[in-house]
Structure formats: C-alpha cells, structure tokens
C-alpha cells in the first residue's frame, strides 16, 4: 500500500491519551545492567514491543512509538490497529503467548486519520517468575516498500498497455496488407478471365480487318494465308 495516509474508518483511534511505562515485572536485576539493556532497547532503530497476552502493552522503544505514534504501554496493543486486521493481531498475539512465532502484515492507525502497512515479527519469552509469557513484537513499516511495488505495477501495466497498442496498430496493418494483397490478387485473376474470354474475340477481328484490308488492295481477292492460299 504506496499510501501511507489514507484515510480510515477507524482513523479515531489515533487520538490517544499519554499513558506511563509501568514498571517492569519480574524478577530484580542490578540497576546498571537494566539500565544499560533499556538504553541499548531505545537506541534500536527496530521498532520494539513487549506486548501481554491480552495485548496490554507493556512496553516499547522510541522507534515503536514514532512508528505508531503511541505513548509508552497501558493500551491494548490492537486498539493502534485498523479495524479490518484488529481481531487478526489480537489472535496473532495470543498465538504467540502460548509458545508460537510468526509473522503478520496488517494496517496501523497512525495520527493524521491514516493508516500505514506493516509487518511485525514475533516470539514468546517467558518473563519467570510466575509473569507469564509475553509476545517480544519487531514490526518494519511497509510503506517505502508498498510504494515501490506500486510504482513497479503501475509501469508493468503502463508496458503491457503500450505493448497492446502496439500490437493493435500492427496487426491493423498486417489486416490492411492483407486487403489490399487480395484485391491485388482478384484484380490480377480478373484480368485473366478478361483475357482468356475477349481473347479469341480479338483474334477474330484481326482476321476480319486482315481480310478488308486484303479487298481494298487494287486486284485484291483476299490475303494470302501461309502456305500462298488465299483467304
């Protein structure tokens, strides 16, 4: 889908509230060592998302959010998503909680009442602990992408349009050849039945004239015929 923001019937979606990361569960780990994860998280240029088995979001770096224009987790991750594909992501997520991966394309509601294409990869990690299994979500925006493959199919279609009008003007011509090649022909096989009928007609009044012109000649009785009899 080469347009990014078209508009969509679920376009109010994309008014939302700002809502805070809570904090994480599970398991403490050193300060630092969270720390430096989050950081190394938010510095991605994937777009990242830890999303619930209920499709709570719980958390998701600065590409995510510039992605989908969401605040950072509290919402349901399928309430950012177009109507038409929301009841597939939310299946798709709980797929994933129970212990599949896979992927899925569908459409985004994005700010702008418009809609973007993506795609989003996902896998279960258990949180331990008793937390629970949650979908790790890396989601890449088709729109360049979608934008291209129309372009391409808008100049495949341009071609095959092209080749068609030329095909059409050619074999225009081959019919206009052919056409004349037969009148050509009948002309030709009317000019042999001519001949072939007024043929022995002319050779007839050639004789004729032949024999006048014999008459009129002084002491002319006929014309000498081959052989020296007269006619």
């Known amino acids: 889908m080469s347009d990014a923001r078209r508009p969509a019937a679920d376009a109010h979606e994309s008014d939302r509230d700002p809502v805070s990361l809570p904090a994480p569960q599970g398991p403490s780990s050193p300060l630092d060592v969270r720390a430096r994860l989050r950081a190394i998280i938010e510095q991605q240029p994937a777009c990242l998302a830890e999303v619930a088995a209920d499709g709570r979001v719980l958390a998701m770096n ?3 959010v510039s992605l989908m224009g969401a605040h950072r987790g509290g919402r349901r991750y399928h309430d950012l998503v177009s109507l038409t594909d929301r009841e597939r992501v939310a299946d798709f997520i709980r797929q994933v909680t129970e212990g599949d991966s896979g992927s ?4 985004v509601v994005v700010p702008g009442a418009g809609v973007c294409d993506v795609v989003t990869d996902a896998v279960p990690l258990d949180r331990g602990g008793g ?5 790790i979500m890396v989601t890449r925006d088709l729109t360049a992408l979608r934008g291209l493959e129309d372009q391409i199919q808008r100049q495949a279609e341009d071609h095959a349009n092209t080749c068609a009008e030329l095909r059409a ?4 011509v081959e019919a206009r050849e052919h056409a004349a090649k037969e009148r050509e022909q009948a002309l030709i096989a009317q000019r042999d039945d001519e001949r072939r009928r007024v043929g022995p007609a002319l050779e007839r009044a050639r004789v004729q004239l032949l024999e006048l012109k014999a008459l009129r000649e002084p002491g002319g009785h006929g014309y000498r015929v081959p052989g020296g009899r007269r006619g």
């Open 62 to 64: 600065a590409a995510q």
């Open 104 to 107: 899925i394309e569908y459409l």
């Open 131 to 135: 937390h629970g299994v949650v979908a």
């Open 169 to 172: 003007q050619l074999q225009a």
